[in-house]
């Protein structure tokens, strides 16, 4: 192939859109994205793919680009012995999923940057993940790893080892996402109460979360399997494990005291120092665990840690037009060089000297170092990661002041310590605009509007317009995934769908509006038809017809997002209510019995399953709203906003005939489904009717005597 024809004799990113692609397009390496003309070349070349999987936000991606792919001598192994491709992780989360799976096999760990060594085929014989430039700590030095990959793959003797060991490893691989069980089986009973009593045992009660040591995760789907458990009668202590986890999330370094929002994770036990990048997942599954444990436990400081979120997402990572960004890096340069290196942290963190610089009343600025642990030696690369350090009563006793007075002390400083850091030198922004995370982020929005504020249902409408107007094909009735400056590409993942699908739904229940309803049943509809295989009774993570890859991955266990798997059960069973016929709930049904075994084996790693299967095993609460949404009484929407209930379904229902016969016609349905079904208003006044399990209550014009029912029909179950 000579280099007039040969694709690999450059590199090719600057034709990517991806922002982490594009970081990488002026390497001297000759990066390809992942396309068959890459792979193509590989096969003629007759050598092996060198793979790298990170993203735009991602620390020791950085790190590996500016030691190793920047480096001349590096770059020019890689491009003679291999085909480099560069690969980002949120546009294809498939690629990631298959070859992440061999690297925690082998290796017992993962992250990223993914480093994986491919055949041709695709195969892989090597993997890791960050790779320093020399050895060090027993991690062999990139380069003369590449030397002694590329030598081996060249003597003919090694390189049958290499790929009967490529075979192997495919081979598990398939075993690890494609496999499901012979004979499925009926789900374990009450395994929410097996949840939160693993959950509570394996919690840390001294520094909240869930581990030892660091990093910490943020663990959304075991805050909400322990509320449930709690909620069905189980220990009052579960409450408090929640609590304890909230109450440090919220305190310390994981929240952005200034800013809003949450970083990625923590570094430590302590939750003291996070890993800074900001991801929109995050900031949209944080808030929903922090909703509701506003629901249960009542405090008003987690209802505060969301609004202040969602201000954020909208203040930085919202596009013009109402969709979501996907990222905000953990790097920036220093305050006052912006020219100079990029490093983590720096936007956030803070010196004394930089508060008083930016507080003008000394005592504010006191106040605030006090409170927030800002001190000289600090605690992060000689400054501090704020964190609550003083509660105010303490304060207010040193300072001899009231706590009125300390806390407006405090909000003054914030204030000016926000408009202060504008100055700064920004973190980078990945601009992508994915429709899957989209969804997380539009139902963690419409619930804030039931809870907090109908305003964010309008914040929640906007973007969910944004994905449908450009990512949605009506006519074909599928998803595309990403969207970047008018560019449109990646068939969608199951998690595009089921994200979505939920987040189009819960939109329904906080506005009424039908339209997203009937785009929640669209995308239901589309996945039992492009992810579904009855063969196996499982979805694929991938569509039907879609790239074929080394094995068809499954996504089963909740990581940095749910289980695509998980909340795609979920929508289905709550739009089985309504629907005409009982394809939804079947396929539903069939996913949980597959991997029943699994998920009671270990409910936490499968966290969203784990609650799906609770919903489908207690049934979902039925709150059907008859009448007019403008009239419905005060009572209804404070009792919403402030009662935690678990697996409740709300569905408004027009009571003039006509405008529900429009709605039928919406929906595409002949008669009226099953959750409308005879609920209709009574003495013309707004009606609630409550309903689990082919039982009602009689209807009602108060939602709290209804909802009572429905806490009997539970005990009586």
């Known amino acids: 192939m000579s280099d007039a024809t040969d694709p690999t004799a450059r590199n090719r990113l600057d034709e990517a859109e991806s922002p982490y692609l594009r970081q990488h397009a002026d390497n001297p390496v000759n990066w390809q994205p992942w396309d068959e003309t890459a792979l193509e070349a590989a096969r003629e070349r007759d050598v092996p793919i060198f793979l790298s999987i990170g993203y735009a936000a991602c620390h020791w991606c950085h790190v590996m680009e500016e030691e190793s792919f920047e480096d001349e001598a590096i770059a020019e192994q890689l491009n003679e012995n291999f085909v480099p491709i560069k690969v980002d992780r949120e546009e294809r989360p498939d690629l990631d999923s298959v070859y992440m799976s061999i690297c925690q096999q082998v290796t017992g760990g993962g992250g990223w940057p993914l480093s994986a060594w491919l055949t041709p085929e695709g195969e892989p014989f090597y993997v890791g993940t960050y790779f320093p430039p020399e050895e060090k700590r027993g991690q062999p030095g990139f380069g003369d790893l590449l030397q002694r990959l590329s030598g081996s793959w060249s003597d003919p003797e090694q390189r049958a080892e290499m790929e009967n060991r490529a075979q192997q490893w495919t081979e598990a691989i398939e075993s690890d996402l494609e496999a499901t069980p012979a004979d499925p089986e009926d789900p374990a009973e009450d395994i929410i109460q097996t949840a939160g009593t693993i959950a509570h045992r394996g919690a840390d009660r001294q520094d909240g979360g869930w581990g030892s040591g660091g990093p910490k995760f943020p663990q959304n789907g075991r805050l909400h399997a322990l509320l449930r458990a709690y909620a069905d009668g189980g220990q009052e202590d579960y409450l408090n494990v929640v609590e304890e986890t909230l109450d440090v999330m919220a305190d310390r370094g994981l929240y952005d005291h200034v800013g809003g929002g949450f970083h990625r994770y923590a570094t430590d036990q302590q939750w003291a120092v996070p890993h800074f990048e900001k991801m929109l997942y995050d900031n949209a599954e944080i808030p929903r665990a922090f909703l509701a444990g506003y629901q249960a436990i009542g405090s008003e400081r987690y209802a505060s840690v969301v609004r ?410």
């Not at 920004?426 to 929005?445: Q, S």
């Not at 909340?567 to 019995?593: N, Q, Y």
């Not at 029943?596 to 039925?622: F, W």
């Open 308 to 717: 202040e979120t969602f201000e954020f997402v909208q203040r930085e990572l919202q596009h013009p037009d109402g969709g979501f960004f996907s990222t905000l890096d953990a790097e920036s340069a220093p305050p006052d060089d912006p020219d100079g290196d990029s490093e983590e942290g720096l936007f956030y963190v803070w010196t004394p000297e930089e508060v008083h610089e930016a507080v003008d009343d000394e005592t504010d600025a006191e106040v605030f170092c006090d409170y927030f642990g800002v001190t000289e030696r600090g605690n992060f690369e000689g400054a501090t990661v704020l964190a609550v350090r003083k509660p105010v009563a303490v304060l207010a006793e040193e300072y001899d002041r009231s706590e009125d007075d300390i806390t407006a002390s405090l909000q003054r400083a914030l204030n000016e310590t926000f408009e202060a850091r504008k100055s700064r030198p920004r973190p980078a922004r990945d601009e992508k605009v994915l429709a899957g995370w989209n969804g997380l982020m539009i139902r963690a929005l419409a619930e804030g509007a039931i809870v907090l504020d109908d305003q964010y249902a309008d914040v929640a409408a906007d973007a969910l317009s944004f994905v449908r107007k450009h990512l949605w094909d009506a006519d074909a009735g599928r998803l595309n995934r990403r969207y970047k400056d008018d560019d449109v590409a990646i068939d969608g993942y199951l998690e595009d769908y089921a994200f979505l699908g939920r987040g189009a739904l819960t939109l329904f229940e906080a506005t009424g509006d039908v339209e997203h309803l009937a785009f929640a049943m669209d995308l239901g509809q589309a996945i039992t038809e492009a992810f579904w295989d009855d063969e196996q009774g499982t979805l694929f993570f991938t569509p039907t017809g879609g790239e074929s890859l080394v094995a068809r991955p499954q996504e089963l266990t909740d990581q940095s997002t749910p289980s695509s798997t998980g909340v795609a059960v979920d929508l289905l069973l709550s739009l089985s209510h309504f629907s005409e016929d009982d394809r939804f709930e079947s396929v539903a049904e069939r996913v949980i019995r597959t991997h029943a075994d699994r998920v009671s084996s270990n409910p936490l790693q499968h966290a969203s399953l784990t609650l799906a299967t609770d919903t489908y095993e207690q049934g979902a609460l039925e709150v059907t709203l008859v009448g007019d949404q403008s009239d419905y009484p005060t009572e209804w929407t404070e009792t919403l906003a402030e009662q935690y209930i678990p697996r409740r379904l709300l569905a408004h229902r027009p009571a003039e005939k006509s405008r529900f016969e429009q709605w039928l016609d919406t929906l595409e349905v002949d008669e009226s489904p099953p959750i409308w079904a005879g609920r209709t208003q009574v003495d013309d006044r707004p009606t609630v009717y409550a309903c689990r399990n082919f039982a009602c209550s009689p209807p009602k014009h108060d939602l709290g005597t209804a909802l009572d029912w429905g806490e009997t029909a539970d005990d009586s179950e």
